[in-house]
């Protein structure tokens, strides 16, 4: 059992960590990224990323390859909320209501 639950957890880390792209879907398709929090996707990188150094000095390859996954996906949801609300802000992309 003990064996099995350090690929459980990477597993189970790899799909939390790529759940966010669900989010930057749904920002793409609705052209809308109003409702997403820039601080707390700045929080999350930040956890990621000490996370991440936390698994490097452990050598716990778990942890370093869920949160290098997760540090990257958050940046491109941030990413994505910072273009599309600049979009939003400039007029550009705005559904016509036709």
Do not use: H
Request: charged letters at 10%; proline letters at 3%.
């Amino acid at each position: 059992m003990l064996e099995l639950l350090p690929v459980v957890t990477t597993i189970w880390g790899l799909v939390m960590a790529l759940a966010p792209i669900l989010q930057i879907r749904l920002i793409a398709r609705e052209k809308d990224a109003s409702g997403i929090s820039v601080i707390w996707i700045c929080i999350l990188i930040v956890g990621f990323l000490l996370w991440l150094a936390y698994g490097l000095a452990l050598k716990a390859a778990p942890l370093i390859i869920t949160n290098t996954v997760s540090a990257v996906v958050a940046l491109a949801l941030l990413t994505t909320v910072l273009v599309f609300r600049r979009r939003a802000s400039q007029g550009v992309g705005r559904r016509s209501g036709l």
